[in-house]
């Protein structure tokens, strides 16, 4: 089932197999479960290992709340016979029109396109009217590059960025799609 013909809620956006919805309360004990595998833990630069009690309950109070500078949304497969959370994805306002992109997707459908669809739906939908999105994964997560790269985004260089699960700082490689 393809979802692109549905009418969707405010705020939700069709990405293909999935949709992308804001996060809801009853999200919490899968993102403790998923979050909670020091795979994901360990992709991320903010995930810690182990999850702390409690550390689910609040990633959802914050994404739920207004006062924010990040967008978050769950990617939602409910509709189509798929997990009702299959990962998350977001944007991190900057300034001057600019976002930094951020997801993870739960290890049960890695390599099954689901990170590339989302990134692809949110990129078109625009939401927060970004010029410019950036994003920076891990370089042993070539994974992650490749949904970038295959999303049209542009490499711009390396860096290092801090991983709490890791414990370290971790080279990474920088992305960047113009959307103006």
Known sequence: MILDMIILPENHIAAGRFVL???QKSDAGLFAMYAGDKRVAEGTQSIPHPLPPGAAEAFVTRAMSDKT??????????????AEVLGVISLKRMDRGQSEIGYWVA???WNTGLA???VRALVAANPQNNGTIFAEVFQDNPGSAR???NCGFEYLGDA???SVARGALVPTWTYIKKLD
Do not use: Y
Not at 69 to 82: P, R, T, Y
């Open 147 to 149: 949904v970038l790269t």
């Open 107 to 109: 290890p049960a459908f």
């Open 116 to 118: 590339s669809e989302a």
């Open 160 to 162: 290092e960025s801090f």
């Open 69 to 82: 500078d990040e967008s978050i949304w769950v990617m939602d497969g409910a509709a189509s016979g798929l």
């Open 21 to 23: 919805r804001p996060v």
